[in-house]
């Protein structure tokens, strides 16, 4: 199995989100077993950690939550409409996300 580099070790150490603080379950606030839930997955995983496109979940929540296609949709339609307003165009997020998601 593959080591982490050291850059992204680094990113997921200090993963964040632009959608709220972080310290509790974004869905139901709980302060128990917190994860990080990436917004955008496989080869945008790093552009989600790095643009602060992360969710705060408890274990519980992300399980339930994972296969949700509804809620990943909204998240993704959300960060883009967060990406185009706060860092750059259209183009600017199809460049680095590879997809258009509004």
Same mark, same amino acid.
């Given at each position: 199995?593959?080591? /982490?580099?050291?850059?992204?070790?680094?990113?997921?150490?200090?993963?964040?989100?632009?959608?709220?603080?972080? /310290?509790?379950?974004?869905?139901?606030?709980?302060?128990?077993?917190?994860?990080?839930? &990436?917004?955008?997955?496989?080869?945008?995983?790093?552009?989600?950690?790095?643009?602060?496109?992360?969710?705060?979940?408890?274990?519980?929540?992300?399980?339930?939550?994972?296969?949700?296609?509804?809620?990943?949709?909204?998240?993704? /339609? /959300?960060?883009? &409409?967060?990406?185009?307003?706060?860092?750059?165009?259209?183009?600017?997020?199809?460049?680095?996300?590879?997809?258009?998601?509004?």
């Amino acid at each position: 199995m593959k080591n /982490k580099s050291y850059k992204l070790a680094k990113l997921e150490r200090n993963r964040y989100s632009v959608f709220h603080d972080g /310290k509790k379950c974004y869905l139901c606030n709980s302060e128990y077993q917190l994860t990080w839930d &990436e917004i955008f997955k496989g080869r945008n995983r790093k552009n989600s950690m790095q643009y602060g496109f992360c969710i705060r979940l408890c274990l519980t929540c992300h399980r339930r939550i994972n296969e949700d296609y509804d809620y990943i949709n909204y998240w993704q /339609k /959300k960060s883009q &409409e967060y990406f185009e307003t706060h860092y750059g165009s259209r183009d600017d997020f199809l460049s680095i996300f590879y997809k258009n998601y509004l």
